[in-house]
């Protein structure tokens, strides 16, 4: 069960109003009016609680799970122990975290400023924000209704945030604007300076970074991910799109819709991710490239030229996931060929 010192769960909640909130039929046995009390893995679950089966790996605890209710996609009903609520549903992990979401809500803002917060007479401060101590908000800042900024948290002069907003401790945001419902975790800095220069016989000349950090609704930034302000043009992160830990993006890059990037990804500047692209984790990027809607990277590969809409890549230099598998094999053989040649 999750800590009670971290985690206030809310409910109880019947079988039939998780099976509502989940988008999912209720199936099974149990009594619709059953009230289940908290969410747990499938092999620490008891009778008061509900789970899940997504993956295929753990269809042998599903069988003896003692939860009394679970999500579970139709092909793994027959594999449910009797007795169990069944919720089933096509999507069981979204359906999982649907319910979740019901036990576990964000906690709500205060609209108590903590001590020790310095807040700029002409920032703009929406209803019901929550500033906790140590937070610096500079002049001309505007937060949006219902915002929560975190500890040690800074907010540049001008930065503004749109409606429920949160911040993590000891962010940085400057050069930006956000749209509504942007989490920003712990230690990410927002808006610093672009690595750019210009290099002359005296050594190097930084250029002025003149550009902006647009971030659209409903972004998740990871801790202590870095996103680059513009040169000129503006770096741009697309609506619904999730960040990892540990990313860095550079300056002018523009990030379309619902992509996902996974930690230690490195994007360099002016390149391009159309919507819905997916990044595996230690990605790197060349810059000024674009990479297709849609487009697949496998972790740790290395990315010099334009990728196609669809694509599926591997490898560094990333080649066609399918080709990149042939060779892994083929190399395999040969290493296998050369020592039994020694032998």
């Not at 039939?16 to 046995?29: K, N, Q």
């Not at 929550?130 to 937070?135: C, M």
């Not at 005296?202 to 647009?214: A, D, E, I, K, T």
């Not at 790197?284 to 674009?290: E, F, I, N």
């Amino acid at each position: 069960m999750p800590d009670p010192r971290f985690h206030a769960a809310r409910g109880p909640f019947t079988i039939a109003a998780l099976a509502e909130i989940g988008h999912a039929e209720l199936r099974g046995t149990a009594d619709p009016t059953l009230e289940i009390r908290d969410v747990a893995p499938l092999d620490e679950a008891g009778p008061g609680q509900v789970s899940f089966i997504d993956n295929p790996h753990y269809v042998d605890a599903f069988r003896v799970s003692r939860a009394g209710a679970c999500v579970v996609h139709p092909d793994r009903v027959e594999a449910a122990p009797d007795g169990m609520a069944l919720l089933v549903s096509g999507n069981p992990y979204l359906s999982y975290a649907l319910i979740a979401q019901a036990f576990y809500p964000e906690p709500a803002s205060s609209g108590i400023r903590g001590t020790g917060v310095h807040v700029d007479a002409s920032a703009s401060i929406g209803d019901g924000v929550d500033i906790a101590p140590g937070a610096v908000v500079q002049a001309n800042a505007v937060i949006g209704a219902r915002c929560m900024i975190g500890p040690g948290a800074v907010i540049g002069q001008g930065v503004v945030l749109g409606d429920d907003c949160r911040i993590g401790a000891a962010a940085s945001l400057g050069f930006c604007i956000l749209g509504n419902r942007v989490r920003i975790a712990a230690g990410a800095r927002i808006g610093e300076a672009g690595f750019g220069f210009a290099t002359g016989p005296s050594g190097h000349v930084s250029v002025p970074q003149l550009g902006r950090v647009l971030i659209e609704d409903d972004v998740d930034i990871g801790a202590n991910t870095t996103i680059d302000r513009g040169a000129g043009p503006d770096t741009v992160i697309g609506a619904g799109t999730r960040i990892d830990n540990l990313v860095q993006i550079g300056h002018n890059v523009r990030i379309g819709r619902g992509c996902i990037i996974v930690a230690q990804v490195g994007i360099s500047g002016s390149t391009k991710l159309e919507d819905f692209v997916v990044l595996g984790g230690q990605v790197g990027l060349a810059g000024h490239l674009t990479i297709g809607k849609g487009a697949q990277l496998a972790a740790q590969s290395g990315v010099m030229k334009n990728v196609p809409p669809g694509a599926r890549l591997a490898g560094s230099p990333a080649i066609p996931i399918q080709k990149w598998f042939r060779q892994g094999v083929l190399l395999s053989r040969l290493d296998k060929k050369g020592s039994s040649g020694n032998g």
